[in-house]
């Protein structure tokens, strides 16, 4: 899939069944659900952006700012299975860093799964440092990292 295929936007109500549906199929446990999902697309301190590849939704972020702070978290990130290793995700990544940056962050943490090994990667080949390990922070027991990354001010606009 070569990159100008696919289309960075903030997400809007019609967009609600493809989000149900991908979070279904990317993760067992620790999903967003329906309502969360429809409070997320209509509240001030969260956005959501979608990849469109040939107008399909095949990934979706999740981020939360709180008033007067520098600080966005990417709170979720996924990608469709067929999809990934094709950068849907360091496209997401960096529309969220211009998102946070045009909202007044200056950083942007987020958490992973101690067992996401290309997340991992995704991340701290953009830039991101591991600041903590969160012991037993998921649903399931399973160990997580925080990651924070400190956003240029070049670009930001």
Known sequence: MPHAQLRVRRAIDGDLQALIDLETRS???DRISPRQWRWHL???SARVLVALHERR???A???FFRKGSDLARLYSMAVAAE?????VGEQLLEAAEAAAQR???RRLRLEVRDGNA???RLYERNGYQRIARLPAYYADGEDGWRY????SRAGAG
């Open 103 to 105: 909202s007044g962050c």
């Open 42 to 44: 209509e509240s001030d």
């Open 27 to 29: 993760f067992a446990t």
């Open 57 to 59: 939704l095949v990934g």
């Open 83 to 87: 999809l990934r290793g094709q950068r």
């Open 118 to 120: 290309a997340a991992q």
């Open 148 to 151: 924070e990354k400190t956003l």
């Open 61 to 63: 972020c999740v981020m």
